[in-house]
């Protein structure tokens, strides 16, 4: 499961072509901005994750979107610059704490280049898009995966139990063994019941009360996390996985789940069915 940018995040990656208006000064790049505070920090590079409040608004001062008022920041990571000038370039102007605005011709925002719907009748064509925008938090991927690490490692401690480890830095302790049962190997296809909680127990998804959910072990079917946790696992057991977020849903996170979730699944293997071998060919 991928999580897809919403307007706001196209828009970012938009084309400034005005010159100088309202007091706006003109990159290198050709951006328009303004920059109200300017801290010392060290600048946001790509890769970064960021944490932003953003108000989004047209020429006519009608407010698209207001994080303020959704009650938390927008989450981004800055990926490599699309096109001179956009809005990846601006957050590299910016560190922590850091608050401009930008204005951005309504046309590139919405141009077939982005995969953008057709321009809004409310939006008029030639107007500019100001994001008024103030830095709330920014990571370094080392730094995040750093923070999940010590997450996990306290909740393993935390939890006094004797969970096993594997070279990935997955978790997990078999809670009913099954010493018989089948082993789960890639490609075979299992049904599952399972729970996910985050890592302070809050419940995201769950089986319980349907049918077990039914998969192919392999990559790009679930998350990379399930495929190595079910390779460790029986027909008939059941265990508790900790899953670290790189094997999870990463920096972006995904709909209930906030970016950089190590994840926790209680999981029971109910049925394995082996991969069919494929068919030995005939002699020539």
């Given amino acids: 499961m991928k999580v897809k940018f919403a307007v706001v995040a196209l828009a970012l990656s938009g ?4 010159c100088n208006k309202d007091g706006y000064k003109k990159s290198d790049s050709g951006l328009l901005y303004k920059i109200y505070t300017d801290n010392k920090g060290e600048k946001i590079k790509e890769g970064d994750f960021v944490k932003v409040n953003l108000i989004y608004k047209t020429d006519s001062d009608s407010v698209l979107l207001n994080t303020y008022k959704m009650g938390r920041p927008y989450e981004l990571i800055i990926q490599k610059s699309m096109f001179k000038g956009d809005m990846m370039d601006a957050f590299k102007m910016l560190c922590k704490d850091d608050s401009a605005s930008f204005k951005i011709l309504a046309d590139s925002i919405f141009s077939p280049k982005f995969g953008m719907q057709k321009m809004p009748p409310f939006i008029k064509a030639g107007s500019y898009l100001t994001f008024v925008i103030k830095i709330v938090d920014v990571k370094t991927k080392v730094a995040m995966d750093a923070e999940a690490t010590k997450a996990v490692d306290k909740f393993v401690t935390d939890s006094k139990l004797a969970f096993n480890k594997t070279a990935s830095g ?48 392999q990559k790009g079917v ?34 209930p789940i906030p970016p950089n979730s190590p994840l926790v699944f209680d999981l029971e293997i109910v049925d394995v069915k082996p991969a069919t071998a494929a068919p030995v060919s005939a002699a020539k």
């Fill in 222 to 255: 679930v998350i990379d996390g399930w495929v190595e946790a079910l390779q460790l696992l029986k027909k008939g057991e059941k265990a508790t996985v900790v899953i670290p977020a790189k094997l999870a849903y990463g920096e972006m996170g995904n709909g």
């Fill in 15 to 18: 084309l400034l072509f005005a």
């Fill in 170 to 217: 997955l978790r997990y302790l078999v809670t009913t063994p099954a010493a018989a049962g089948t082993p789960v190997k890639l490609g075979d296809t299992v049904k599952v019941h399972y729970t996910g909680k985050l890592l302070d127990g809050t419940k995201f998804d769950s089986s319980e009360g349907r049918a077990p959910f039914e998969l192919p072990v």
